[in-house]
């Protein structure tokens, strides 16, 4: 462009004419709206930079809570789940320890430990209706647990206590009844696993038929006769008879 | 042009946003929370551990109350469990005692002369070990009428 006033040539960044100083009005008006652009450019620059570092800072936030629920939720399921989780993986254990396991199965069997054995098949969870100690202990499993039940309550039954009530002789009278249910029951697999015949563990169960007699025999009061006659028993008999033997005891307590 | 010094300086001295600010409020919520269930889960696993032994408080009140029959069972549980501890030995040997002297009387009685003589073994054995709870061998003889 040419200055309006000698006629020299121009730039729209010159404000004045450079040879006569004549003002460019042309230049003021472009120098304006640069500069109004440029303030308007670093306006949204910091607009953008400003909303970026407000979402970053969002979602950073939204991030470590989403984080930190879901730590949460899984703790909190396995806090809620800890004696399944535990049992689970006590019984993989048993699975992989089976030749040890047995042994000690066995020892306790060959010195009528039933208790011992009991005790060990819940802790290691020796499941008697599958897994690998099913076909040779599943059945002395279920028998040596309803065994353990039943002694509990006899000798609370034989030896009352302070607070030992006339009840006892119903908890006996329910412990004898599954007893001899497991005792005589036809036992087979839910899986279809046959049942593996062992001496050793044939004559622990009757060994504890044995006990369960002799106890009644010798510590409750009951005759040759009455101990051998339980299994044939109806409920009620029982419960008679057990409520007669008990109740003269309590009273000699008292 | 506004150059990056004044904006940082500019956003130091402005508050941070009600958003944000509600969003640490959270976070901290959720860390405790997140704490709170890290120590549930540790517990629960130590209590699963723990309810498998048990100690010696429970098993002397067995033992007071007269209830020996419950102490077998328990201090069974505990040899399971391998619970050694020299703490618990003259409580096991109570246990052990009684047991012992329970089959005692049964053998006795039924005849079985080399299952009383085993079980007396047991029960001299177990006698050994009373300790200060010597006096509980005359209460379990009372109990079980052995002379």
């Not at chain 2, 551990?49 to 098993?59: E, T």
């Not at chain 2, 505990?78 to 703490?87: A, C, F, L, W």
């Not at chain 2, 300790?131 to 061998?137: H, L, R």
Request: glycine share 4%; hydrophobic share 35%.
């Amino acid at each position: 462009m040419k200055c309006e006033n000698c006629g020299a040539n121009l730039t729209l960044e010159e404000e004045n004419c450079p040879f006569c100083g004549q003002p460019n009005p042309h230049a003021k008006q472009h120098i304006r709206d640069m500069r109004h652009y440029q303030n308007e450019f670093e306006d949204t620059k910091e607009h953008v930079y400003k909303s970026t570092k407000l979402y970053t800072q969002i979602v950073v936030r939204v991030v470590i809570l989403a984080v930190l629920a879901i730590l949460s939720v899984v703790l909190f399921v396995l806090a809620d789940n800890a004696y399944s989780f535990m049992r689970d993986r006590e019984e993989k254990r048993s699975a992989k320890n089976y030749e040890e396991y047995s042994r000690i199965l066995d020892g306790y069997l060959e010195e009528e430990n039933f208790r011992a054995f009991e005790i060990f098949c819940e802790e290691h969870v020796l499941r008697s209706y599958d897994g690998p100690y099913a076909p040779k202990y599943g059945k002395i499993i279920s028998v040596s647990r309803s065994y353990v039940y039943l002694m509990d309550y006899l000798w609370r039954y034989a030896f009352p206590l302070s607070y030992t009530t006339i009840q006892q002789a119903e908890l006996v009278s329910d412990g004898l009844e599954n007893f001899y249910r497991e005792l005589n029951e036809e036992w087979t697999s839910s899986y279809g696993v046959k049942r593996v015949s062992d001496e050793k563990v044939t004559a622990a169960m009757e060994k504890m038929e044995e006990n369960v007699r002799e106890f009644l025999f010798i510590y409750c009061g009951f005759t040759r006769e009455e101990a051998d006659s339980i299994p044939e028993l109806s409920k009620a008999k029982r419960m008679l008879l057990l409520e007669e033997k008990l109740e003269g005891r309590l009273s000699d307590e008292k | 042009m506004r150059n990056s010094i004044s904006r940082r300086i500019r956003s130091a001295g402005e508050k941070k946003p009600l958003g944000i600010l509600l969003l640490d409020i959270a976070i901290m919520v959720m860390f405790l929370v997140f704490l709170f269930m890290a120590g549930t889960a540790v517990a629960a696993f130590r209590e699963y551990q723990a309810d498998r032994v048990y100690q010696p408080v429970s098993l002397y009140y067995r033992m007071e109350d007269g209830d020996y029959g419950r102490m077998v069972q328990m201090v069974w549980q505990n040899r399971v469990m391998g619970e050694t501890d020299q703490e618990y030995a003259e409580y096991y040997a109570v246990a052990d005692y009684f047991e012992a002297a329970v089959q005692y009387r049964i053998c006795t009685e039924t005849g079985d002369s080399a299952g009383a003589e085993k079980w007396l073994e047991k029960m001299a054995d177990a006698e050994g070990r009373l300790g200060m709870f010597s006096e509980e061998k005359e209460k379990i003889r009372t109990c079980l009428g052995i002379r």
